[in-house]
């Protein structure tokens, strides 16, 4: 067990291994199959699917049939990401679609615990996502029944941005909350995640980069997987092995 010690108001807490997650709206939709293949083959620890309605986020991008499509391609987890208002109602869909991990939107959603249940009845795990903007006090209650938050980095619906600076302290700030709970739960960030900011994000108590641009416009996606997890992993051995951070 890997003790990670953060910040200087606690003493130990845990940090799930990073992962690795490339976002496919980034991918070459031409050869979607193929991309994924080589993002799979390169050590990419789940699929990210950003699933769009036009109203919560202003784009539209692709709905379960392209997690259908893509299940027989792949043995990693599928994370669809719910970017979408009344997220209760693209649940059963997206899950017999092939969907493993469904994250909805906290600011979209009425009812979380309702719908955290009715997940959990349909046997997949469960994220929350939070805008740049939602404050941590949002998820305080139901951080608990779920398996990651997923922390936006840029304003959602598009890729290709770069991660707001500020949002480095809301990470910390979360895993801070994570750790005062007793919680050691997967924090996710999504946009703008690169070779330059992956190692300030895992020190901040992140354990999963969620990466569309950065991966898929590279030449070699599979050296792009690459680089990117062993950033990760090597900061985080860093963390674990000095038993503190450089906060
Ligand atoms: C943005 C989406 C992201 C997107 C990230 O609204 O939620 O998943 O694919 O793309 P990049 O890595 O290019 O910022
Ligand atoms: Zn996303």
Known sequence: MNHIKIGLSYDTLLIPPPKIVPSILSADLRKLGEEVREAERAGADMLHFDIMDGHFVPNISFGPMIIKALRSESSIPFI????????EDFVDPVIDAGGDLIIFHIEACSYPFRLISSLRKRNVNVGVALNPTTPLSAVRYVMKYVDMILLMTVEPG???QTLIPEMIDKIRKLRDLMAKN???KDIAVDGGVDFMNASSIIRAGANVLIAGTSIFSQNNIEEA??????IALEIYHDLCGSGHNNL
């Open 80 to 87: 669809a990401h719910l970017m979408v208002e009344r997220p």
């Open 225 to 230: 997987v690459k680089k990117l997890k062993k």
């Open 158 to 160: 598009f890729g290709g």
């Open 182 to 184: 007793g919680l050691r």
